[in-house]
């Protein structure tokens, strides 16, 4: 993490009773911290895992990672998205806090959904959300409950993370943040490709195997061209990136 990060996370966690480290569903490895956990746990704060977006899941690869992780912290599921799971976390942050009063945090990737957490908790929209990577600039402080304060921090990346295509794929980095978007852009073919080989032709119907060949029909149906008709390739990654982020191709 970057030094003026991880001073903010650390104040954030000396400020809280109970951390919520929110994971993406699909990715929760991924978008695990395990500096942040370290500390939580060092500091004897309680740590609750949230696997949001579960609603992208089937339930039995939910059980198997809840299984996981609780060996480490207490695990809910929610779909801030549909509302589905609040009553299981308010229950957990309860048993959590010990009924007392308490601060609560929620600490995770940028974009895995920490101010939207915080909406469905409230029942009302009060933290700001965006789908831009880092929307969240600075600590939010919301109150749950006459006993309990929401804290919503921004989204911090671990400073060893430096693979592009996994903060790409979970949304913590969008196309102009990327060194070299036409490389994530082939990996994220090749990846759909392997999760499921009908995928590309489902979503943009490509025949096309190949990850460069994939990235020039892109462009041609897109009509994303350099001059002499040629198919502009960076356009084309940028265009399957934002479709991914945006939920727009399914697997």
């Not at 090749?190 to 032709?201: A, H």
């Amino acid at each position: 993490m970057k030094k003026g990060f991880f001073s903010r996370v650390t104040r954030v966690i000396e400020q809280s009773t109970v951390v919520l480290e929110i994971l993406d569903a699909r990715f929760p490895e991924i978008t695990r911290n395990s500096s942040v956990e370290k500390r939580v746990l060092n500091s004897g704060k309680k740590l609750v895992f949230v696997l949001n977006k579960s609603d992208l899941v089937e339930r039995s690869v939910l059980e198997k990672e809840k299984k996981r992780l609780q060996k480490i912290a207490p695990c809910v599921f929610l779909s801030a998205r549909e509302k589905k799971g609040v009553k299981k976390l308010r229950e957990e942050v309860g048993k959590a806090s010990a009924k007392k009063r308490a601060v609560v945090s929620l600490v995770g990737y940028p974009n895995t959904g920490k101010s939207s957490v915080i909406n469905a908790l409230i029942g009302r929209k009060v933290a700001r959300t965006g789908h831009k990577p880092g929307f969240t600039r600075g600590e939010q402080f919301l109150r749950l409950s006459e006993k309990i304060m929401l804290i919503d921090s921004p989204g911090i990346i671990p400073f060893e993370q430096k693979n592009e295509f996994e903060l790409m794929l979970v949304n913590s980095k969008n196309p102009e943040q990327l060194h070299d978007v036409e490389a994530v852009g082939l990996e994220l073919v090749d990846w759909l490709l392997k999760k499921n080989p009908y995928s590309i032709k489902k979503n943009f119907g490509v025949k096309e195997t190949d990850a460069e060949r994939v990235l020039e029909e892109i462009a041609l149906k897109k009509n994303r061209l350099l001059r002499g008709s040629v198919p502009d390739t960076h356009e084309a990654a940028k265009i399957l990136v934002k479709m991914w982020q945006a939920g727009e191709i399914r697997v």
